[in-house]
C-alpha cells in the first residue's frame, strides 16, 4: 500500500497528512476516515466522477481511505487530489514513488484542478517537512511561487499529473520576489492631505512609535483621508511579516490572482456593523478576523461610537496580546494580530461639538451619552488623542504640495532603527510594544521631564497604563529627534497627546 502525502491546516500552520486507501474485495463501499469534515467527505463523489471522466476505472470494491493522524479534524476540498491518487495507487494504476512528493487540491467532476484556499502556508508546511516537490492547482501557483526550497508543480487536471509520471511534461514554477510586485501597485500619499499639520504630526509619531492613535474631529475634516494614508509612511514590511501576513489572507480566501503576496502593510477598514466575532475571528470552521487580517498592518475603526459594545470590548486582550486565541472543542487556534488601532470619531452625534462656525444641535445629555459609549479601558490603550480641526478654504485652494509620504516615511525608518538597535535581543520591535521593565531601563527622563511627568499625573489624574503611555510616547519624539534623553519637549508634546479625552470625556 503506497502512501500518498498532503498538508492540512490547523489555523495559518500547516501538518503532514499521510492519505492511505485500502481495497476490499466486498460489497462496494467508498467510506473516509479520519475526522473528515462535510467537503471532505463529500470528496467521495468528486473523486469517483473526475476518475471516470479521465477515462480511469473506478474500482468495484470495498475501499477504505484513511487520514492520519486519525485525532486531527480535515477540512476544506483540498485533500480531494491526494484522495484520488491514493486509490489509483492501491488499485496499481498509480505505480511510481511519490512519498517526495505533497498533493492538495479541489477536483472538478471532469477532473480538472480548481484553487484552494490557503495553499501559501500549505507550500510553506511542505517545504519545512522537507518534501522535495508540491503538485497544486495552477491558478494557486503563482501565489506560491514565492516560497523557496521547494518545487512548486501547477497541475491542470488529473490526467496532466499522471501523464507526468510516465514522461515529466509539468514545467516548474519559477520562485518569485516581491521586488516584482512593488512596482504595479501605488498606494494613497500624505502629499494629498491639505492643512491639518498637527493630525500629520501626530500620525508620525504613531508611526514612528507603533502607538495606536485616536483622531476626534467634525465630519469632512479629514480623518478617514490621513488614517488610509497611514501605511505609507510605516516602514516597509520584512519579506518574514509579509509571509506570515499573506499566511493569513490566503487562509481567508482573500488573496488575489493579480496581487498574490501582501508586499505592503495591509489596511482593514470593517463597516461599523461588524459583529465581535467579524472583528476577533471564530465560526464552526474559524477563520481569522479582521484584527487578524490588519496583522503588521492597520486596523481602522471610523465612527467609533457606532461600532457595538460587544465588538470594542473583544479588541481589548488581543491589543495588548498581539495575539487572538479562538478555543473550539476539538482544537485551539491561534491567529496573530500585531496591529496599529487607528479609530475616528465625531465630537457628538451631529458632529459639530466644537466647531467655529456651525453650531452644535446636540444637548450635554446626548454629547455625553454618544461619547459613553466608548469605555475608559478601550480609550486608554489608546496611546495618542488628536483633534481634527476643519480645514480653512485658504488650505485648500493653496497650490503648494504637502510633504510626501516618502519623506516622512524617512524620518519613520530612522526613529525605528533606533528602537531596534535598543531593544535588540527583548523580542520587542517598537516603543509602542515596550513592556514595564524595558521603560523603566530606556526611558531616561531630565530633571524638568520628570517634574513635568509628575505634575500631568497629579493634575491630570491618569491611570498607571496612561503614564506608561506617555513615557512611550515622548521616547518616540526623542527618538525622532534623535535624542538619548527624553526632554520637557518631549514630555510636554507626549502629555499634549493624552490630555484631550479630559475635553470630551470630562
Known amino acids: 500500500m503506497q502512501i500518498v502525502k498532503s498538508i492540512g491546516l490547523l489555523g495559518i500552520d500547516g501538518y ?49 481511505v484513511n487520514l492520519a493522524p486519525a485525532d486531527t479534524k480535515k477540512e476544506g476540498a483540498s485533500l480531494d487530489l491526494p484522495i484520488a491518487l491514493a486509490i489509483l495507487a492501491a488499485s496499481g494504476v498509480l505505480k511510481q514513488d511519490v512519498s517526495q512528493y505533497a498533493f492538495a487540491g479541489e477536483l472538478s467532476l471532469s477532473g480538472e484542478l480548481r484553487p484552494v484556499n490557503g495553499m501559501l502556508p500549505t507550500v510553506i508546511a511542505a517545504q519545512r517537512a522537507g518534501f522535495k516537490g508540491i503538485f497544486l492547482p495552477a491558478q494557486n501557483a503563482n501565489e506560491a511561487a514565492f516560497v ?91 519579506f518574514d511579516e509579509a509571509l506570515e501576513t499573506t499566511k493569513i489572507h490566503s487562509v481567508a480566501g482573500l488573496v488575489k490572482s ?28 474559524p477563520k481569522p478576523g479582521e484584527l ?28 495588548e496580546d498581539g495575539i487572538v486565541t479562538i478555543s473550539r472543542v476539538k482544537s485551539t487556534i491561534t491567529y496573530p494580530c500585531d496591529v496599529m488601532l487607528v479609530c475616528a470619531m465625531n465630537p457628538c452625534r451631529c458632529g459639530y461639538y466644537g466647531h ?15 461619547l459613553q459609549r466608548i469605555s475608559g479601558p478601550l480609550l486608554d490603550r489608546m496611546d495618542i488623542h488628536i483633534e481634527v480641526p476643519p480645514v480653512e478654504y485658504e488650505q485648500l485652494q493653496t497650490h503648494q504640495k504637502a510633504e510626501a509620504s516618502a519623506k516622512i516615511r524617512e524620518r519613520v525608518n530612522a526613529a525605528r532603527k533606533r528602537q531596534q538597535e535598543r531593544l535588540q535581543g527583548t523580542g520587542i520591535h517598537s516603543n509602542g510594544a515596550m513592556t514595564a521593565p524595558l521603560m523603566k531601563r530606556f526611558c531616561k527622563l531630565t530633571d524638568d521631564a520628570d517634574m513635568l511627568v509628575k505634575n500631568a499625573f ?49
Open 16 to 64: 503532514v497528512i499521510d492519505v492511505e486507501a485500502d481495497l476490499v474485495n466486498a460489497l462496494p463501499a467508498f467510506d473516509i476516515v479520519g475526522l473528515p469534515d462535510a467537503a471532505v467527505r463529500e470528496s467521495r463523489e468528486r473523486v469517483r466522477s473526475a476518475l471516470k471522466n479521465c477515462g480511469f476505472s473506478f474500482p468495484v470494491k470495498r475501499i477504505v
Open 148 to 238: 523557496a526550497g521547494i518545487d512548486i508543480y501547477p497541475v491542470e487536471n488529473l490526467s496532466q499529473l499522471l501523464a507526468h509520471f510516465d514522461m515529466p511534461i509539468i514545467k516548474k514554477t519559477e520562485t518569485r520576489t516581491v521586488s516584482q510586485l512593488a512596482e504595479i501597485f501605488a498606494e494613497p500619499d500624505f502629499a494629498d492631505v491639505a492643512g491639518q499639520s498637527d493630525a500629520k504630526r501626530a500620525m508620525e509619531v504613531a508611526a514612528a512609535g507603533a502607538h495606536n492613535i485616536l483622531l476626534i474631529g467634525s465630519p469632512g475634516s479629514g480623518k478617514s483621508m490621513m488614517a488610509k494614508r497611514l501605511p505609507s509612511i510605516l516602514p516597509e514590511m520584512t
Open 258 to 285: 493579480e496581487c498574490p503576496f501582501i508586499f505592503r502593510r495591509p489596511f482593514r477598514s470593517p463597516h461599523h456593523t461588524v459583529s465581535a466575532v467579524g472583528l476577533a475571528g471564530g465560526g464552526a470552521m
Open 292 to 319: 487578524s487580517l490588519a496583522h503588521n498592518g492597520v486596523l481602522f475603526l471610523d465612527e467609533l461610537p457606532e461600532f457595538s459594545k460587544n465588538a470594542l470590548e473583544v479588541l481589548r486582550q488581543p491589543l
Open 356 to 370: 467655529p462656525t456651525r453650531p452644535c444641535s446636540c444637548s450635554p445629555q446626548e454629547r455625553r451619552g454618544y
Open 458 to 506: 497629579d493634575r491630570l489624574g491618569l491611570s498607571a497604563r496612561a503614564y506608561g503611555k506617555i513615557l512611550r510616547v515622548a521616547l518616540t519624539i526623542a527618538d525622532l529627534d534623535c535624542s538619548d534623553t527624553i526632554c520637557s519637549d518631549h514630555v510636554a508634546e507626549a502629555i499634549q497627546y493624552r490630555s484631550l479625552d479630559r475635553k470630551f470625556w470630562q
